[in-house]
């Protein structure tokens, strides 16, 4: 007698999918909301805005959610990415309207609209960084000529052994403004991100202080785009 071989219980499902691709605010108090703890956020948010949610397939179907780039937490950003589907093709604006009303403080839906862009094609992304430190915001930003002046700057990367290898991050940095007031040195960088090398707005800018051994008051990092490799806007 042949052995019966277990099925999925939806595994003759094949409902109509309708992908969708929502833009959203984190910042404040929300900048401190794990990644894990972010994903349980939406889910409920989803359940609550009663969204006709697209589920898996497969023996243990789960709601589809996707975060093209995860946000480092404590980051702030303006222009973070949620990949979900739906079983209803519901207008763009009454799917930002219902999950807008459900988010937490601090997180705002900004747009929704089908995807254009895999999240493959994501290269780089921009951050502005303020920095407090020992030293004034001037002299921060002398110094800071004279990081940007060298040849190599050079930080330890943590490898998939658990090791530490030398990398030169200088061909990385993409300064793009620099200015200070009476409390900060404001940097405006371009950096990779996405599939490739990824580098870390905070790592970059710990890497400035611990060069010239200056103690960090404060560093705020706030994302402010996500690109593709020819400069236009993922989202």
């Known amino acids: 007698m042949a052995e019966k071989r277990l099925q999925p219980k939806n595994v003759d499902l094949r409902p109509d999918r309708y992908d969708r691709r929502v833009v959203y605010e984190k910042c404040g108090r929300a900048k ?15 359940k609550r805005a009663k969204l006709p949610i697209w589920y898996t397939q497969g023996f243990n179907p789960h709601i589809y ?12 950003s303006r222009v973070e990415i949620m990949d979900f589907a739906l079983l209803e093709d519901i207008p763009n604006e009454e799917v930002r309207e219902r999950l807008d009303a459900q988010m937490p403080e601090g997180m705002r839906i900004v747009s929704c609209a089908a995807p254009v862009h895999s999240h493959t094609e994501i290269t780089h992304a921009d ?3 303020r920095i407090s430190s020992d030293e004034t915001p001037a002299k921060m930003a002398e110094l800071f000529e004279d990081f940007m002046g060298r040849e190599v700057i050079e930080i330890q990367k943590r490898t998939k052994k658990g090791t ?5 991050i200088k061909p990385s940095l993409d300064v793009r403004g620099v200015s200070y007031d009476d409390k900060y040195l404001s940097l405006e960088m371009r950096l990779p991100a ?7 707005a905070n790592v970059a800018a710990e890497a400035f202080l611990d060069m010239y051994g200056l103690k960090a ?17 993922f989202c």
């Open 32 to 46: 401190y909301i794990s990644h894990l703890d972010l994903m349980r956020a939406m889910q409920r948010a989803i």
């Open 65 to 76: 959610i996707m975060f093209p780039l995860t946000l480092s937490l404590g980051f702030e």
């Open 194 to 200: 996405g599939g490739g090398f990824n580098l870390n």
């Open 217 to 233: 008051d404060e560093i705020c990092v706030e994302r402010t785009k996500i690109l593709l490799e020819n400069g236009e806007d």
């Open 127 to 129: 951050y502005s960084v």
């Open 164 to 168: 530490y290898k030398p990398v030169d």
